[in-house]
């Protein structure tokens, strides 16, 4: 890509880049309203769960597997439900998925009344409350892009940490003090009411949905594309390593922080309470400053030294002795965790392009979910075996150590492919389209043989960004008979398909079309030949 193509552009002098700009936009502030009320119901629950778990056994690996049954749907059904979101209307998906938690807490609600709550019984309703999660987080990370302009999305990225971490300190307050005074049941019953109403605060949102001409995506198509986009971008794939080794260790401290509050100097409910508000205290204090801190130091050199400051705070709080040491090691966790998280999310966000958001922040959150989950059965099982402060400590010391490897290993592109939509590439028309059939398309290219090393090397870019559009199979050829005649070969699905890599087509890729044209040789343009694999004959 040419140098002045790959910089990010540079925001206009008269953008609001303030921290609290997106909240100026209505729709972002009704929905980020919303998603806040679904984040307290999401921690009044996961609190009232965890605590409830407590009383009924003092196993750690029991305790612990309430933070795996909560997380383990997103790494499960992530894909899924990131397809879905990508090709049905997303303002219905939103709302179905906040009736689907608002049922699960009712449940919840029945079976505490009922007096037969069991500990496989309540982690199988967390479970399916983590189902609701699962289908929720990808829709509105795709929408969140819709609802600003790019030079305002980490802001608002950042709100969205205000919005989970504010929760944070309100749900588990409103959840320990429900506790504390009425009983459990009345938490689950608190969550199912905010959920009905959040759901129905959705649906006043009035949102264009223009179904694409060429149809509806399969399911199972649109989920081999996004693994394609996925596997096919080197960016998003050190994202995800580092958001996976980040989780995996961080969960330790959430994972064993009930069976924490319990060890410190007359720990209750109360004091489980006071920690979850001191670790969302912080991170809301250092997200209203992460504008200041991107523009202090580059993206990685956030992600690595917010993740020394979160071990380290783990490190103090697996020994504190009372709440006087937790309480500030917690506010410095918070502050660790969500410059970190924020970091990777503003990378995963700007690597994806609109028609695979969804699937791309699902999986996305299948690494933050799935090393939550085997993380949680992990330190818990350790804890078991040693202690909890051995746990945290373990966790704690090799969360830097592998982060740092991979900070060495992984590259992270410096260069951002602008992935803006572009009708550059205009779709080819047939006069009999064929309905059934894999559609092979060839570029025959003319290059200079001395060039030769140098346009293998560029056609390899070409080769990820085909796949990258879900082509199935892609090839480079060389003529044996016409010295530098090579030929181009993708491979699509079907005709349908091959057309819908056209509405595919970014800056980036339209940038990199000019650089492969740069090689070919003559005053024609490379031939294109598009060609339909007959089916084998009957009989």
């Known amino acids: 890509m040419p140098e002045e193509a790959a910089r990010p552009a540079q925001p206009p002098a008269t953008a609001d880049l303030s921290a609290w700009a997106p909240i100026k936009r209505p729709v972002f502030r009704m929905l980020w309203s919303t998603w806040l009320v679904a984040n307290i119901c999401m921690w009044m629950n996961d609190v009232a769960a965890a605590w409830m778990m407590t009383s009924m056994t003092t196993s750690p690996l029991w305790v612990a597997l309430v933070q795996s049954a909560s997380t383990l749907p997103v790494f499960l059904l992530g894909l899924p439900s990131g397809a879905l979101a990508d090709i049905l209307d997303r303002r219905r998906y939103f709302i179905m998925t906040q009736f689907w938690v608002a049922v699960v807490a009712t449940l919840l609600c029945i ?3 009922s007096d037969v709550m069991t500990p496989p019984l309540l982690l199988a309703l967390t479970f399916a409350n983590g189902v609701g999660l699962a289908m929720r987080w990808p829709v509105f990370a795709a929408i969140v892009p819709e609802l600003v302009p790019r030079v305002q999305l980490p802001a608002a990225l950042a709100l969205n940490g205000v919005s989970m971490n504010a929760s944070r300190i309100v749900g588990p307050l409103v959840a320990g003090a429900l506790i504390a005074g009425a009983g459990t049941e009345y938490v689950f ?12 605060v959705i649906m006043r949102w009035r949102r264009d949905h223009a179904p694409s001409p060429l149809g509806r995506e399969r399911l ?16 998003l794939r050190a994202v995800l390593v580092r958001v996976a080794i980040f989780f995996f260790h961080s969960t330790a401290l959430l994972a064993l922080l009930p069976l924490v509050a319990r060890g410190l100097h007359g720990g209750d409910a109360g004091t489980f309470t006071l920690l979850l508000a001191s670790m969302g205290t912080g991170a809301i204090v250092a997200a209203l400053n992460l504008a200041r801190l991107r523009q202090l130091m580059p993206r990685d050199v956030l992600v690595m030294r917010s993740t020394l400051l979160q071990s380290v705070s783990m490190a103090i709080i697996a ?4 709440v006087y040491v937790a309480v ?3 506010l410095l966790n918070g502050m660790a965790w969500i410059t970190c998280a924020n970091s990777l999310s503003v990378s995963a966000q700007l690597a994806l392009p609109d028609w695979v958001r969804a699937r791309g922040m699902s999986m996305y959150q299948m690494a933050i979910m799935g090393a939550s989950a085997s993380g949680a059965a992990l330190w818990g099982h350790v804890a078991g075996l040693t202690s909890v402060s051995t746990g945290l400590l373990v966790a704690a010391a090799s969360g830097s150590i592998v982060m740092m490897v991979a900070q060495y290993l992984v590259s992270d592109l410096s260069i951002e492919e602008d992935m803006t939509p572009s009708r550059q590439f205009k779709a080819p028309v047939a006069e009999a389209p064929p309905g059934v059939g894999r559609v092979v398309v060839r570029i025959h290219y003319q290059i200079d043989p001395v060039r030769a090393d140098d346009f293998r090397a560029l056609m390899q870019e070409s080769r990820r960004s085909r796949l990258r559009q879900g082509a199935l199979e892609w090839e480079l050829l060389r003529d044996v008979n016409k010295t530098g005649h090579y030929i181009e070969q993708i491979i699509d699905e079907s005709w349908t398909e091959h057309l819908r890599r056209f509405d595919r087509v970014t800056a980036s890729d339209v940038a990199l079309r000019e650089r492969k044209l740069g090689f070919h040789l003559g005053e024609e343009p490379p031939l294109v030949t598009r060609s339909v694999v007959e089916p084998p004959g009957r009989g």
Do not use: H
Request: without cysteine.
């Open 111 to 113: 079976t505490v009344i």
């Open 319 to 322: 020994f504190a002795p009372n």
């Open 328 to 330: 500030p090691a917690m």
């Open 220 to 235: 199972v198509s649109a989920m081999r594309v996004g693994l394609q986009f996925v596997s096919q971008s080197a960016r």
């Open 189 to 200: 019953v608190l969550n199912a009411l905010l959920s009905v109403i959040s759901g129905f």
